[in-house]
């Protein structure tokens, strides 16, 4: 699958997706929650790549 095909990613999700976010590893509670494939298309897009990301460990 191409890098840039954020909809064929996406089909890979079921219809009922249930994505929880987690910003801080130590939470017991997800910073977010998504439900269905729709909000996933903001982090599946080729404009949010991981080139301008690093890990932190801590």
């Not at 909809?7 to 890979?12: E, H, P």
């Not at 219809?15 to 996933?40: I, N």
């Amino acid at each position: 699958m191409g890098a840039r095909n954020a909809k064929g990613r996406l089909s890979l999700f079921a219809e009922d997706t249930r994505f929880l976010v987690f910003m801080d590893a130590t939470a017991t509670e997800p910073t977010q929650e998504l439900h269905g494939r729709e909000p996933l298309a903001p982090v599946s897009s080729p404009s949010r790549t991981a080139s301008g990301c690093s890990p932190s460990a801590g």
